[in-house]
């Protein structure tokens, strides 16, 4: 149960996070801002990290796939694709369009047991969970 409050916190958090993060493209520029949001999420990182765990940084060297790596580089262009969509489209339609994106995308790595996940059989029923997905996107978007 507390993943799916995690989960909600997340979502809350991505869709406000938006919401600042062009807020303040507007007043200096999308890359300085997110250099500033990789930064502050930087320090913040750090500081968790030194009054928290502790752990060594060496395994880091060990991660195999090395692509598994590229995680904080695919964060900029996250910030950057979100900016650009909230600046565009309004947070609401942003998030629709993000929101189907990511579970589309993360249906497919499942089926496909792309990544290191366990693969997963097709069923009808998320098919039809995505198709209502985007008649809800469909109807929000021409009411």
């Known amino acids: 149960m507390i993943g799916f409050w995690i989960a909600i916190l997340s979502g ?3 869709s406000v996070q ?3 993060n062009t807020q303040v493209t507007k007043q200096s520029g999308i890359w300085v801002a997110n250099v500033f949001v990789q930064l502050t999420a930087l320090l913040v990182c750090l500081a968790f990290w030194l009054f928290g765990d502790r752990s060594s ?3 880091l060297f060990e991660v195999q796939p ?5 995680g904080g580089a695919i964060g900029a262009f ?4 979100v900016i650009k969509s909230m600046e565009q489209l309004g947070p609401a339609r942003s998030v629709m369009f993000i929101v189907t994106s990511q579970l589309l995308v993360a249906y497919l790595i499942e089926l496909l047991g792309l990544f290191g996940t366990q693969r997963q059989p097709f069923e009808i029923k998320k098919l039809l969970g995505m198709g209502v997905m985007i ?3 469909v109807i929000f978007k021409w009411t």
Do not use: E
């Not at 090395?66 to 590229?70: F, G």
């Not at 996250?78 to 694709?81: G, H, L, Q």
């Open 135 to 137: 008649a809800g996107i």
């Open 57 to 59: 940084f060496r395994p």
């Open 12 to 14: 809350a958090l991505m």
């Open 78 to 81: 996250i910030t950057y694709t």
């Open 18 to 20: 938006g919401v600042f």
């Open 66 to 70: 090395k692509y598994m790596l590229l």
